[in-house]
């Protein structure tokens, strides 16, 4: 895509990968914004609000730039499940999400401020885990890192130990719903 200089505004080596395995040429800044937690705004208008607050934050020193801001729940029973504070909570996660259906949001935010632009939306994939003992959530939590990670797991990090399906997009649950990114950053380059 040729036009403006694309900035992301996240640290997310996830997100960066698909960016990349697109082609994208694009710079990254991270965003260290104040996340909101309120659950009365449910999964869609969480993951929306978190994403505009960064990408706007970051649009500040960019301008001219198109900044992509995103940011992505595991929800469960009404509640977001974050990052595991420490392996005890990574193993209580996982053996909640164990032999159950979650969905995962992420909401994305495209800014350029000159000329002004934005465009703004969420993608929901719902996925089931396979049922899990305590020796399997062990061995998966022995694998993969997990601690940084929204719902204490990661779908492309052995991810078919745990996941026994996906229903919608799998970039999405890996931080990115990179079909509807790119073809919103499309749109923008023709409105350019």
Same mark, same amino acid.
Not at 147 to 163: F, N
């Given at each position: 895509?040729?036009?403006?200089?694309?900035?992301?505004?996240?640290?997310?080596?996830?997100?960066?990968?698909?960016?990349?395995?697109?082609?994208?040429?694009?710079?990254?800044?991270?965003?260290?914004?104040?996340?909101?937690? +309120?659950? $009365?705004?449910?999964?869609?208008? &969480?993951?929306?609000?978190?994403?505009?607050? @960064? =990408?706007? !934050?970051? *649009?500040?020193?960019?301008?001219?730039?198109?900044?992509?801001?995103?940011?992505?729940?595991?929800?469960?029973?009404?509640?977001?499940?974050?990052?595991?504070?420490?392996?005890?909570?990574?193993?209580?996660?996982?053996?909640?999400?164990?032999?159950?259906?979650?969905?995962?949001?992420?909401?994305?935010?495209?800014?350029?401020?000159?000329?002004?632009?934005?465009?703004?939306?969420?993608?929901?994939?719902?996925?089931?885990?396979?049922?899990? +003992?305590? $020796?399997?959530?062990?061995?998966? &939590?022995?694998?993969?890192?997990?601690?940084? @990670? =929204?719902? !204490?797991? *990661?779908?492309?990090?052995?991810?078919?130990?745990?996941?026994?399906?996906?229903?919608?997009?799998?970039?999405?649950?890996?931080?990115?719903?990179?079909?509807?990114?790119?073809?919103?950053?499309?749109?923008?380059?023709?409105?350019?």
């Amino acid at each position: 895509m040729s036009g403006p200089r694309i900035v992301l505004a996240s640290s997310s080596p996830r997100r960066s990968g698909l960016l990349r395995s697109a082609g994208l040429e694009f710079s990254i800044e991270a965003c260290e914004t104040a996340e909101i937690h +309120d659950p $009365a705004l449910g999964l869609a208008g &969480l993951v929306t609000a978190n994403a505009r607050t @960064k =990408a706007i !934050a970051v *649009a500040a020193a960019h301008p001219d730039a198109i900044v992509i801001g995103a940011d992505t729940l595991v929800w469960l029973d009404g509640h977001a499940l974050g990052k595991p504070a420490d392996p005890d909570q990574a193993r209580r996660m996982l053996g909640r999400l164990a032999g159950r259906v979650h969905e995962v949001a992420t909401g994305v935010h495209l800014v350029r401020l000159e000329p002004h632009r934005q465009i703004e939306f969420h993608e929901i994939t719902r996925v089931r885990f396979r049922e899990l +003992d305590a $020796a399997a959530i062990d061995d998966y &939590l022995t694998r993969v890192h997990v601690l940084d @990670k =929204a719902g !204490a797991y *990661a779908l492309q990090d052995h991810g078919e130990l745990i996941v026994e399906s996906v229903d919608g997009s799998r970039s999405n649950v890996v931080g990115l719903p990179l079909a509807r990114t790119l073809a919103a950053l499309r749109r923008f380059m023709d409105d350019a």
